[in-house]
């Protein structure tokens, strides 16, 4: 089963009633076959622009995310599920991308100043390399004329 991401945008309630609707979305995944990762709270904030939904309009919501594991066929029901909940402003499901990294870190490059990192050395060598920009007057003139 594939990991996806979902971030949460919540009408503002008590922490009782946040509770509540967080479970009621936990059985959800869990009645389609998911499995749970991890739930995340974000605190409330303000929305960068107020959102209509279910016929309100909230200027501020609770922010949350779930990162859980769902068969791919039931994405749709999971959706549909929580776009007709009455407490959810605003909801997607979005597929985690795992993190593939080929350069391997060791303890000892960590511990190192910045300045002495291999990855950093490497940055400055091709800061080096670049060709650096020069300032060319369009005045027509070959001197500077305001010194």
Not at 14 to 20: G, T
Not at 64 to 90: A, Q, Y
Request: aromatic share 12%; glycine share 4%; hydrophobic share 30%.
């Amino acid at each position: 089963m594939p990991t996806y991401e979902m971030p949460i945008l919540l009408r503002i309630m008590n922490k009782v009633d946040y509770s509540r609707v967080l479970r009621r979305m936990a059985d959800t995944i869990f009645e389609t076959g998911g499995i749970i990762r991890k739930i995340e709270n974000w605190g409330e904030k303000q929305l960068p622009c107020k959102a209509s939904s279910h016929g309100k309009v909230h200027r501020e919501a609770g922010y949350f995310f779930f990162c859980f594991d769902v068969p791919p066929t039931s994405l749709m029901k999971l959706s549909d599920e929580f776009n007709r909940d009455i407490d959810v402003i605003r909801t997607r499901i979005y597929k985690q991308n795992p993190i593939e990294s080929n350069e391997e870190c060791t303890l000892e490059q960590e511990l190192l100043p910045p300045a002495y990192r291999p990855s950093i050395l490497k940055l400055l060598e091709e800061g080096r390399r670049k060709k650096k920009h020069e300032f060319k007057y369009n005045s027509g003139l070959d001197y500077y004329p305001f010194q």
